[in-house]
């Protein structure tokens, strides 16, 4: 999908200098269904199964089947709607939403309707494991997932946010459900202070660079485009290869790494050592980035990494160098309290029910030649489920920065769910690319709506230093004829459906 939803957005939305206007300006909002109804703007993207009706009085009623059958087709499979931060609705919110409709304030919405052989939400959250992502069960217990969004946005200028309001206020332009990440064509600007950093990867490429950089802070240097562009205004996901794609040597990738303070560096080479049969995949990593800062003590003459921005290998936490805790297995309050209770219980991770010995940041010498990271991967419910994750990331937040206050976080985001824990959200959603004649039905990722990235940055930037979205580089344009099939999100035929006419195979 080409970037469902504002991905990036929310950042744009806390920290932009610019007067809150009417929406729905001059932005051009194509391959959308829309109606305007009572001074409102009503925008969506449905899917194969599972639409919006908009009623006369302005409700929102969501028209899907009873059932579906689960993968296997054994099983008929009930939906469970949940809001945009994995939270069940409320029993009249769902019954309204269902049945004559919901009265929707203005702002953006995003509700995944899970398909799962279960009688109860409870029965849902308690058993994710067998009924969405393990192999053995998971095609008997449920069926694709349907994710579906919409936006409710007042045209009427006096519905608008008023201007000199002393609070926050978060434009509605900028709120509108969009296949586009419309953010980089809107006049809302980024203004951050130095120490903080917003990079992205995918950008609409028929518009200037320097507009993008209006929005952002560093862009990752994926693309030729970006060579002249100052190091400073770029990041990277460091690969253990070099230009020709082979695996290249720790002295190799050490010379070749961009010698500036702001360049904002992370890096998958523990994966890549791995799957090229180095058994010490996780070592080799830490010693290009310990011989990367040493470098920049001899060059950009350094004294400690939090004057840079050289941060961890993703996989770090996987070789023990992570104190981040997760609040569903086990962690207590008593647990919670514990943990925050001094530097040195900070620093400890937590296993098998118990504390152990610090984590490897400390105890293998990392926090000497580098900052760490707060990983970004939404996944899927079976891992983020009933809005546990934002308050569980606060907390590991508050964690790093007590363990090491002298130390860089940068939260490694990622806008879609990949479903590594979640075969069924791995099989990702039948979107509709809506066109005037008929719909482009594609098999595509599940993008997370606008308030559950708004939610992931928004704290990112409070309360660590850096926030980057690691995403597809395939380049993105404002017109929807020029689109391919989904480079994710599992098989799945592109498919059209002409106006009131049967689906077929798209040629």
Request: hydrophobic letters at 35%.
């Amino acid at each position: 999908m080409y970037s469902l939803l504002l991905t990036l957005s929310a950042i744009l939305a806390v920290h932009a200098n610019a007067a809150p206007s009417p929406a729905a300006g001059a932005f051009n909002n194509p391959g959308v269904y829309s109606k305007i109804l009572n001074g409102r703007l009503y925008e969506w993207i449905p899917t194969q199964d599972v639409n919006f009706d908009i009623t006369p009085d302005g409700k929102v009623k969501m028209v899907s089947p009873t059932t579906k059958r689960s993968f296997d087709g054994t099983n008929a499979c009930r939906p469970f709607i949940y809001d945009h931060a994995h939270r069940r609705l409320t029993p009249a919110d769902e019954k309204a939403l269902r049945g004559e409709g919901l009265m929707l304030p203005p702002g953006s919405y995003g509700f995944a309707i899970q398909w799962i052989k279960a009688n109860t939400y409870d029965e849902v959250f308690a058993q994710p494991w067998n009924l969405t992502c393990n192999p053995e069960t998971y095609r008997a217990n449920s069926a694709q997932l349907d994710y579906v969004n919409i936006s409710v946005i007042p045209l009427r200028a006096e519905d608008a946010p008023q201007k000199g309001v002393r609070h926050i206020t978060l434009p509605y332009d900028l709120q509108r459900v969009s296949w586009l990440p419309h953010y980089q064509v809107l006049p809302h600007d980024l203004h951050l202070p130095p120490d903080k950093g917003f990079g992205v990867t995918r950008l609409l490429w028929d518009i200037p660079l320097e507009q993008i950089y209006k929005k952002v802070t560093h862009i990752q240097y994926c693309y030729g485009e970006l060579d002249t562009v100052p190091a400073s205004k770029k990041w990277k996901t460091k690969q253990a290869l070099n230009h020709s794609g082979a695996l290249a040597s720790n002295d190799w990738l050490i010379a070749d790494h961009p010698m500036d303070r702001d360049f904002i560096t992370s890096a998958e080479m523990d994966e890549n050592f791995g799957t090229r049969g180095i058994k010490n995949h996780g070592e080799r990593a830490q010693q290009v980035l310990d011989g990367i800062y040493r470098r920049m003590q001899k060059e950009l003459h350094v004294t400690s990494p939090n004057q840079t921005r050289l941060y961890d290998d993703y996989f770090g936490a996987l070789e023990g160098y992570d104190n981040s805790v997760s609040f569903l297995w086990g962690f207590d309050a008593k647990r919670m309290i514990e943990g925050l209770s001094t530097p040195q219980m900070a620093r400890r991770q937590y296993r098998d029910g118990a504390w152990q010995d610090e984590c490897r940041y400390f105890s293998a010498g990392a926090i000497d030649y580098r900052n760490w990271l707060q990983g970004g991967y939404l996944d899927s419910y079976a891992v983020c489920p009933e809005g546990i994750r934002i308050y569980n990331e606060i907390y590991n937040y508050e964690r790093k920065f007590m363990a090491a206050p002298d130390r860089r976080v940068l939260k490694f985001g990622w806008s879609n769910a990949e479903g590594v824990n979640s075969t069924m959200y791995r099989a990702g959603t039948k979107s509709r690319l809506h066109f005037p004649n008929g719909d482009i039905i594609r098999q595509v990722e599940i993008a997370w709506p606008f308030h559950m990235m708004l939610n992931e940055s928004f704290w990112a930037l409070l309360l660590g230093n850096d926030y980057v979205l690691w995403h597809s580089s395939v380049r993105l344009v404002q017109d929807p004829h020029a689109f391919g099939d989904s480079w994710a999100a599992g098989a799945g035929k592109t498919q059209w459906q002409p106006t009131g006419g049967r689906i077929m195979d798209y040629n």
